[in-house]
């Protein structure tokens, strides 16, 4: 039910022929302030291609799609954002605002899926990102990371 209610990313998906992501044109851009969601939603979700420039929304950090729909990102575990190099870093590498990222996976997912959902997401600043945002991009495949399912 939750996957029916999950909105796909038909139209804004690229085809990469690799599961590592590829990070290109670092233009970081400074946002003081900007914050990151980390975690997981419970449920079984189709994964997509995502691709975009990493970009920060009321404070949030996001993903601008080609077809420029932004969409606040909730990053795997052990992302954390990084305010003096305007980053988003893990143990497997360092993405800058203003950085196209390919090659990712991930889904699109409505806040009243995850709000209505009847195991709760296991998130961490949901609150303080973005609190008007509809929709939420899910990234389960970062540069060559795999989060568990």
């Keep these: 039910m939750l996957l029916a209610t999950t909105i796909l990313l038909a139209g804004c998906v690229e085809s990469a022929d690799s599961d590592s992501a590829t990070v290109t044109d670092a233009n970081p851009t400074t946002v003081s302030g900007a914050r990151i969601i980390t975690g997981s939603i419970p449920g079984e979700y189709e994964y997509e291609d995502v ?6 929304v009321d404070g949030c950090v996001a993903l601008e799609l080609s077809d420029g729909a ?5 990053w795997p575990l052990g992302y954390q954002y990084l305010p003096d190099e305007a980053s988003v870093s893990s143990a497997h590498g360092t993405v800058a ?3 196209k ?6 889904y699109l997912i409505d806040r009243e899926v995850i709000d209505e959902s009847p195991e709760p997401a296991r998130l961490t600043g949901f609150d303080e990102c973005d609190s008007n945002a509809p929709t939420f991009l899910v990234l389960v495949n970062v540069e060559d990371f795999d989060t568990p399912e």
Aim: net charge negative.
């Design 101 to 106: 990222l390919t090659e990712s996976r991930g």
């Design 70 to 74: 932004v969409y606040p990102i909730i």
């Design 97 to 99: 605002l203003g950085e």
């Design 51 to 56: 691709a975009g420039t990493v970009t920060a």
